[in-house]
């Protein structure tokens, strides 16, 4: 069974920019959550997918958006960005109750 | 009130020795609480997980220790070995929230050969 799959899996970007990160679940999962990674702020909780619809937000700004689509494949949007837009965008997916959540290996956002 | 408090910020531990690494929550209303084991270039693992009802859960070298009047969970690691040396985060969760785990700062865990 194929794990969680995040592209790209590095980006660098120019402030202000925009950048959309892709995350593909685990076959059957329909919860996909996903999380900001940071040496200073550790891991922090940014919202969460559960059949298409938005059914938790962390507490970040409006610059920070999601989607996900039927096939439950979620996709995170990054507007105007800033440098301390730095880090590691883990997406996670899981069966949308409260059991283990699979990992994927992230995608590591530079902002220069 | 939504943190989780997690240490010692890093630790160096022998192979065969003990590792312990501590948590502390303040929302009575978490009732879900993993470990999750993190290697360099990796996403985090699953690693074991204790709901407040039980007190202690092993699995294998792997102990989660549990005391819901104080508030505070641990992970054991017994016979610590050189490929646990990773960073280890506790996280707390409203199992009927959804998937919104609040995590602990890391715990970033050295085992000498």
């Known amino acids: 069974k194929a794990g969680v799959t995040q592209t790209p899996r590095y980006l660098i970007k120019t402030r202000g920019q925009q950048v959309t990160l892709s995350c593909s679940p685990i076959s059957g999962h329909r919860s996909v959550s996903w999380y900001q990674q940071t040496p200073g702020q550790g891991l922090q909780f940014l919202f969460e997918?559960?059949?298409?619809?938005?059914?938790n937000k962390g507490n970040f700004p409006g610059r920070f958006s999601g989607r996900q689509f039927s096939n439950s494949r979620s996709e995170m949007n990054v507007s105007t960005l800033e440098l301390g837009d730095s880090a590691l965008y883990l997406c996670a997916s899981g069966t949308g109750g409260w059991t283990e959540a699979f990992f994927g290996q992230g995608t590591r956002l530079t902002v220069v | 009130q939504q943190q989780v408090k997690q240490s010692p910020q890093s630790l160096i531990v022998q192979k065969g020795g003990i590792s312990i690494i501590n948590c502390a929550y303040e929302?009575?209303?978490?009732?879900?609480f993993p470990w999750y084991q993190q290697f360099p270039g990796k996403g985090p693992a699953l690693l074991i997980a204790i709901r407040p009802d039980v007190s202690e859960k092993k699995e294998g070298r792997f102990t989660i220790s549990f005391n819901k009047s104080a508030k505070q969970f641990s992970l054991h690691i017994m016979d610590s070995q050189p490929g646990d040396s990773a960073t280890y985060f506790c996280a707390a969760l409203r199992r009927n929230y959804g998937q919104n785990f609040v995590f602990g700062p890391g715990t970033r865990l050295s085992v000498l050969p």
């Open positions: 997918y559960f059949s298409e619809t938005q059914r």
């Open positions: 929302n009575t209303a978490f009732d879900y």
